[in-house]
């Protein structure tokens, strides 16, 4: 019997808990996280860009690794956690730029969102190697799955 | 003799725009992305904390996994080159926290920088495995890496 609580009470307690690291999120704080995400990975597009495309930075392997590495690491970090319950509108100072759809469009959503960790994972990988054009190329095709979900769910 | 002015106008052009991507940003927006890689390290932070040290969240493998690669690549991203020129204080609503020795001390940034480097490097391949007790010392560790850096080179 005391057993049989005790199991049901761990079980309860798991089901509450988990999530409680995110539930434990203030709204206005998950949306500075998925701005803080965004903005890195522009910082590491920039230099890539920089490097491969524009060619006004010397071409250097660790960087654009380095660079590659941490556009996929952020994408694949689960960032649609962020979009949580209260980050739909601004919170004082705090602004968003998400649309409405973006929280309800769930298949449209999971579409740009999987081309777009697709094409980082792909620019990781063509980062591995020393071929300017590849990695030019890639970052045209990685910037255009940028494009289509800022089109589609962010305001202007 | 065009050829020796095309070729030193070459290396002149490579000099003069080597860094470029860097000269382009404003200190102001090196402040907020070096923030942003900050904000988007503790928000992972905090989920391999709610995984392997409060088990306020269940343990999930690739979640931990894709924590501890956010952590590692942001880390590995040469967030140095942010502590450019022109950012050692406050830009309007732009506040930074950076201690001036943080520009002028490159001995003991290096140190605590290496240190950390290592410790999420190190995060990064014990997060490979599931051996829990390992990721909350590695997590423990890490944290310390972290704070060595904030108690010498951050404002309260």
Known sequence: MLLKRTLLLSATLAVLSS????ADMKPEDAIKTRQAGYMFMGWNMAKIKAMAVDNSEDFDTKK??????????IANSGMGALYMPGTEKDIGNVKTRAKAEIFTDKEGVKEVAVKFIQAANEMQKVAQGDDVFAIADQFKKLGSSCKACHDKYRKE
């Open 64 to 73: 654009m690794q380095a660079a590659a590495n941490a556009i996929a690491a």
């Open 19 to 22: 999530g409680i690291a995110l």
